[in-house]
């Protein structure tokens, strides 16, 4: 069975003699649930899984019940107790607090993995409660390396169907696998890993920001003309709030302007970017030969599957990505790790409002390197294999 890189990371840390609470954290059907099952089958300690993704929610009094449970592998030593879908729990991180602090001065040699599928939820719980006693492991979509390797995909597949393992089976039948990405993908996370934990006083607005974003992913949509686009008397904190929500649950955000003030970014009109192209191409209703022969639709997802494949290879690093544009001169994806800034242009093929920036961006900043993807640069294929964090070295 295909294993993903970062299972290297997650058996790593379990082995090593130093305990922390492991946390794999991120959106639903990125493979967190067979990676924790791939560990217990490879690990030589015995171990106890147990999950909360139920359709009522369960009560901290479960999580201490399989915790005991977990307890009485640790009589012959080690023992590993994966929690599953602890987002759902009300209350968790409080009693994993104090469960995992009796461990700690008692003699369980406990070892501890948890696993939530809302990251905004999930990292809330941890920051009020488990300080110092837990590491992140961010589990992203799956990139054109790993698709490939475990499907056997090409990039224009990748490009077309994204990065969700569990559809992989379902491309053949074009309608079956629309269906499943936004019935058992986008609906279900809006519904049960946002909608079900948040509060969000407009949830039908919510509904149209990510319709709108996903429709238009790859570009910069002042929030005044969001609200002109939904229709909706809110206003533009909603907006980012709930865009802010839409990216915790690993579906959209809106990449802030690289502007070198930190108070400028703020003040920035987002680029929207969706974080796995299915979710532009599974409502459009088109094949992937369709979506080959329109070249505006194909410029943008080739542009929004390289911004994905950016944000999701740089989560868990220093690193943070922008765009900038200024006087109609726009720099598609702006890289930058401490005073280290990389600028990357998209030929895609699309024909863009705004006209190649990176001389203009290059005079106000100082630029570390200057990358072109696709045309007569860097082949899209060999960027999209290569992990993002290569092109800061």
Sequence with gaps: MFKRPIYNVIFKRISEPRRFIQVLSGP??????????????????????????????KSTSWIEQQWEAARTKTRTGKALFVLDEVQKI??????????????????FSLYVIVLGSSPLIVQRGLTESLAGRFEVIPITHWSFSEMREAFGWNVE?????????????????????????????????????ILLMKRVDKPALL??????????????????????????????????????????????????????????????????????????TAPSQLTLDEAKSDSEHWGRLVESAVGATLV????????????????????????????????????????????PGIDAFSKEFRVKRKLLVGAQGIPLREFLLAPPKEWLV
């Design 207 to 280: 509904r149209r920001l990510f319709d709108l974003g996903c429709a238009y992913s790859g570009q910069i949509l002042s929030y005044q003309k969001m609200l002109g686009q939904l229709q909706d008397a809110g206003n533009t904190t909603t907006l980012a709030h709930y865009l802010n929500l839409l990216q915790g649950a690993g579906l959209l955000m809106g990449l802030p302007k690289y502007a070198g003030q930190i108070v400028r970014r703020r003040a920035s009109s987002p680029k929207l970017q969706v974080l796995n192209t299915a979710l532009m």
């Design 90 to 107: 009300t209350g968790w991180s409080e009693i994993v607090k104090r469960l995992w602090d009796e461990d700690s001065a008692g003699s």
């Design 157 to 193: 597949q990748y490009i077309f169907y994204g990065g969700y393992p569990g559809s992989a089976d379902l491309i053949n039948d074009p309608m079956r696998w629309s269906h499943y990405i936004m019935d058992s993908l986008i609906e279900t996370t809006v519904s049960r890993d």
């Design 312 to 355: 999701n290879g740089l989560k868990g690093t220093q690193a943070k990505l922008f765009y900038w544009s200024s006087c109609n001169r726009e720099v598609d994806f702006v890289l930058q790790r401490g005073d280290n800034l990389i600028a990357i242009e998209v030929k895609s093929g699309l024909q863009k409002t705004s006209l």
């Design 28 to 57: 639903r059907q990125t493979g967190k649930t067979t990676l924790a099952r791939q560990l217990i089958d490879d690990i030589k300690m015995p171990s106890h899984y147990a999950s909360a993704d139920e359709p009522t929610l």
